[in-house]
């Protein structure tokens, strides 16, 4: 049986939709510096999914597009099974990729996975193009979701996934258990498109990759919804697992990686065996890693450096401690302030993530939020207008109040990020106010002459020049038109 894994084309071909946050904190545009992510979330699941009698294949249409066009031509003949990887954004167009599949091919099983499935699997089931719904961790429910469509067999008991009875009727199975991380394969790297490197504008080295070496987050901010999606307890694959992973990396031509933990700096002894292994091993890849604001230390950020990392990327949301107090955050701006500055004393660069439009943000705040980045010294800054997610808190907080959210999907790829969503109910602030917050905060932060200046002088290689050209492209492009 071939199954595809697809990733479908959002806009136009080329476009850079990150698929790669599986719990729904997807981006795109000029906004992100044209950032790529490599789709190793899909090769995961397709890796995983293997089995006797099971052929995978991965198809990027967005970087592949003469090859979708192939698959439409020949009407996805051999495939017995298509599969996406789905978030509320872009459920709407999933299901639109959906429609035209089945047109060309009624017999073909159309699958969904990822977050809009897991907090949504009844939306979902309730379009006629979608014949099943994997939910929470996919791996394994995957695998046994595809051979049973393989063996013709019942799935009445597969754990983790929704499927219809009958035209009437919609069941949704208990969730599964949780993997041990070491379950997880090394994900075939092989199925990428061949002879395309995807861009990222902080990266060092190119081409890069993506990895994980964990699973959640020990942080419950209202806005995520990665406690539920992957539990409540941060999980992590062992060193030996990692170490091989990075081996196989390397072996590929891999020059750089991100691990795309949720949280990395979570447990600092599992992670000072890493890095000492890593130097060990004489692993010699550059790298990039999520951080919180109160979960480092010198000596962990030195064996890091010296292991290969040189960036580290926090949420620190807002400059605003009550604020952070409402997301649930468990840091502070004090925090923040010293974690930047110990980062910026180990040679590390760093990037920000800010959020406007949280309960409590007015114009007030959102300013003082725009000089507290600068004043971090923040390497790089990300700033956008906080979304409510299906799955979290805050998705629960607005649909008690209007219940017209339904499945939250009229948030969409075109929309994320930059236009409000809700946002008079969450922070009374119109959206149309906060867009041009974030229009200004990107040009208060990135067009400083200081700041460009101390960019151009820390550029080490002619390689470093062009992705910085190209990312400062695009912010260059946002910052001016405040179009994606």
Not at 133 to 143: F, G
Request: glycine content about 6%.
């Amino acid at each position: 049986m071939k199954v595809l894994f697809l990733k479908p084309t959002i806009g136009k071909s080329g476009q850079n939709i990150v698929r790669d946050f599986v719990y729904g904190c997807w981006c795109n545009g000029r906004r992100i510096g044209g950032m790529q992510m490599p789709p190793i979330n899909e090769l995961y699941v397709a890796t995983h999914a293997r089995h006797e009698g099971i052929e995978v294949f991965f198809l990027d249409a967005q970087m592949q597009p003469d090859a979708y066009e192939r698959l439409l031509s020949n009407h996805f003949d051999g495939f017995k099974a298509t599969v996406i990887m789905c978030s509320t954004q872009s459920f709407r167009h999933d299901i639109e990729t959906f429609k035209v599949i089945k047109n060309l091919n009624p017999r073909l099983k159309t699958i969904l996975f990822g977050s809009h499935p897991t907090f949504m699997p009844e939306y979902c089931l309730q379009e006629d193009v979608v014949d099943y719904v994997v939910r929470r961790e996919p791996e394994e429910t995957m695998r046994q979701l595809l051979r049973a469509i393989l063996n013709n067999d019942s799935v009445r008991d597969i754990a983790g996934i929704g499927y219809k009875v009958n035209a009437h009727e919609i069941k949704v199975n208990p969730d599964r258990q949780f993997m041990e991380m070491d379950e997880l394969p090394i994900p075939d790297r092989s199925l990428l498109p061949p002879d395309i490197d995807y861009f990222n504008p902080v990266v060092k080295k190119m081409p890069y990759t993506t990895m994980q070496a964990s699973r959640g987050c020990p942080a419950r901010c209202i806005f995520c919804t990665v406690p539920y999606f992957y539990g409540n307890k941060t999980r992590f694959r062992s060193v030996d697992k990692v170490i091989e992973e990075l081996q196989e990396i390397k072996r590929l031509g891999y020059r750089e990686f991100f691990f795309r933990d949720e949280t990395f700096t979570a447990h600092k002894k599992r992670n000072i065996e890493l890095c000492e292994m890593m130097i060990k091993k004489n692993i010699n890849l550059s790298w990039i890693a999520n951080a919180r604001v109160d979960m480092i230390d010198k000596e962990s950020l030195l064996l890091m450096k010296k292991a290969g990392c040189h960036m580290l990327k926090f949420g620190v949301e807002t400059g605003n401690d009550k604020i952070l107090r409402n997301y649930k955050k468990g840091t502070t701006c004090s925090q923040a302030e010293n974690a930047f500055r110990l980062a910026r004393s180990m040679g590390l660069s760093t990037h920000a993530h800010i959020v406007f439009g949280g309960p409590g943000e007015n114009p007030g705040t959102i300013n003082k939020t725009i000089a507290f980045v600068k004043r971090l010294k923040a390497t790089t800054a990300s700033f956008g207008i906080l979304t409510p997610y299906p799955g979290t808190e805050l998705f629960e907080m607005v649909a008690a109040k209007h219940s017209e959210i339904k499945d939250g999907s009229d948030s969409n790829m075109a929309n994320l990020h930059t236009t409000g969503f809700f946002s008079e109910t969450i922070c009374q602030m119109k959206g149309e106010v906060l867009s041009r917050s974030v229009v200004s905060a990107y040009r208060q932060f990135y067009l400083r002459p200081n700041y460009l200046l101390e960019r151009l002088l820390k550029i080490n290689s002619f390689e470093e020049l062009m992705i910085l050209a190209v990312a400062g492209l695009n912010i260059f492009k946002f910052s001016i038109t405040g179009e994606k």
